[in-house]
């Protein structure tokens, strides 16, 4: 596998259902982001996590819970989601400087199409 | 605040040249981003501008004017192919902001 990867490319969910998306990344790099897409609105970053560690939470509605266990590896736990939450979720990661500047080059997964009903 | 400001949708015929304009405010500003996303993909790094003036890769340049606020994408010779969403994002504060992005639209 290169670059990065997202499992599931599609997911179907009821609002009392509890599910888990995933996002893997074989760049080596050292921050990931999680990412809504909606329809005709730009896409509102949810989630980043820098050197494994959560440093941004943009307001996101806690029904959305974000692990990051290793490096390559980011999880977003979803549960009792409601309809207008359905929209493609894109995973990103880039390598990052502990120093001011960046955010650097971001490369993207192919997203989870999410449909909440 | 931030704020980005691209035009919805374009069209433009095949072989022609187009012009995709970001504006932008930004309280913190790293640099200016242009990404690809085709319908139903991931969004594709196309260029990066940091400093004020014309990038050029391939088809596709790229221009900044940070005292204006303003970068363009321009899109030479298109194809078919480049049928897509063009994203543009400013960075500030180690965080990317994207725009809504512009359709294009290439007619044979």
């Known amino acids: 596998e290169t670059g990065v990867t997202q499992t599931p490319r599609h997911l179907v969910m009821g609002m009392t259902n509890k599910k888990s998306l995933k996002c893997e990344q074989h760049l080596g790099h050292n921050a990931m982001y999680w990412y809504k897409q909606s329809a005709k609105k730009p896409l509102e970053l949810m989630f980043v996590?820098?050197?494994?560690?959560?440093?941004e939470n943009n307001s996101v509605p806690s029904r959305f819970s974000p692990e990051c266990p290793n490096s390559s590896h980011l999880f977003l736990h979803l549960h009792t989601l409601q309809p207008e939450d359905s929209a493609l979720y894109l995973c990103?990661?880039?390598?990052?400087?502990?120093?001011?500047?960046?955010?650097?080059?971001?490369?993207f997964g192919p997203g989870t199409r999410l449909t909440v009903t | 605040g931030q704020n980005i400001d691209q035009p919805t949708e374009m069209t433009a015929t095949e072989g022609a040249i187009v012009q995709i304009n970001c504006t932008y405010q930004t309280s913190g500003f790293n640099g200016l981003f242009w990404y690809q996303q085709h319908a139903g993909e991931a969004p594709t790094f196309l260029s990066y501008n940091v400093l004020d003036g014309l990038e050029e890769k391939g088809r596709f340049s790229s221009f900044l004017s940070r005292s204006k606020g303003y970068s363009y994408l321009l899109l030479k010779e298109l194809q078919m192919k480049d049928s897509a969403s063009y994203l543009c994002?400013?960075?500030?504060?180690?965080?990317?902001?994207f725009g809504t992005g512009t359709r294009l639209l290439v007619s044979p």
């Open positions: 996590y820098n050197f494994k560690e959560q440093t």
């Open positions: 990103a990661s880039s390598q990052e400087g502990r120093l001011a500047g960046g955010p650097y080059e971001q490369y």
């Open positions: 994002a400013v960075t500030g504060f180690q965080k990317l902001v």
